[in-house]
Nanobody
Framework: QVQLVESGGGLVQAGGSLRLSCAAS????????MGWFRQAPGKEREIVAA????????NYADSVKGRFTISRDNAKNMVYLQMNSLSPEDTAVYYC??????????????WGQGTQVTVSS
């Protein structure tokens, strides 16, 4: 498995931007597809974005399309989530995950500890 540590969360006003980072260590990073998930209070964890090992295949939740961008740097063992035009509905704990490319949490077998994103209105 790979160890994951997220950073970059915080408090931002509606309309603002944040960039989340996820640092990976352990097994070969490029072997894994990566995903960003989020979980808001009282809600189930949901996929935000996914990227395959090369970065050539991407997937986004409909709610973030056009606002969020996932990317990875295999040389640095990093994956990023650029979040623009944030709204209070984006408030959640955001998790980085490693596994096989997919749209459900069961596709991923390594998870970070999460980083809180709070968007104020």
């Amino acid at each position: 498995q790979v160890q994951l540590v997220e950073s970059g969360g915080g408090l931002v006003q509606a309309g603002g931007s944040l960039r989340l980072s996820c640092a990976a260590s352990g097994r070969t990073f490029r072997d894994y597809a990566m995903g960003w998930f989020r979980q808001a209070p009282g809600k189930e964890r949901e996929i935000v974005a996914a990227i395959n090992w090369s970065g050539g295949r991407l997937n986004y939740a409909d709610s973030v399309k056009g606002r969020f961008t996932i990317s990875r740097d295999n040389a640095k063992n990093m994956v990023y989530l650029q979040m623009n035009s944030l709204s209070p509905e984006d408030t959640a704990v955001y998790y980085c995950a490693a596994g096989t490319f997919g749209y459900i949490s069961g596709s991923y077998n390594s998870w970070g500890q999460g980083t809180q994103v709070t968007v104020s209105s």
